[in-house]
């Protein structure tokens, strides 16, 4: 396999839009500031920053080095300019439970609370918590990815409403367990907008 850094550098973003990959690498996720992919055949992924937000590799390196690759997080394997290796999950995150219809249970949310509490107790602030940073892996355990937003000093607000909502809602016995992409979504905007009850 070719190295790492050959590897990034072959791949063209537009914006943070990708746009050409080499075929050791295969695209896994999209968001705010990165692109994820795994590399082919290999338990590892590469997660690269767009070019304006290069410097949050780094950031984010040192968040998973304060973890230290606790049960709960990827391990890291690699920090670099822009970008960073780490252990590639295989399971699938809570957002596509609810798309699939596969049940959250308790269980699931204490391990999130966990994984919580120890960031807490090693000095940082978890944030920017949701269904899709939580990744359900094929051996029914828990693990947190996305933890860049860890060290930012304002209370996130997410991670309490989900729990008071699946508290209030999702346990009720003839609720729904399976949701429509568009209808999650649309929950999603309207929380943003502060529209829903279970807004904190």
Known sequence: MKPIKELILAIKFDKDQVIEIPSELQLIGQGRSAAVFRVVGSMQAVKVFY?????????EGK???QL???VYYPELIEVGDGYLVIEYLEGMTLYDCLVSGIPITPSMVDMVDEALNYARAKG????DIHLRNIILTNDHKIKLIDVVRFTQKKECPHWPD????????YQRRFFPKRFPPFFIEMVI?????????IRS
């Open 68 to 70: 230290s690759n606790y």
């Open 63 to 65: 968040i998973y080095q």
């Open 189 to 197: 905007r309207l929380y943003r907008r502060r529209l829903l009850p």
């Open 124 to 127: 940082l602030n978890p944030s």
């Open 51 to 59: 070019s304006e937000h290069h410097n949050l590799a780094e950031k």
């Open 162 to 169: 989900l729990k008071r909502a699946y508290y209030s809602y």
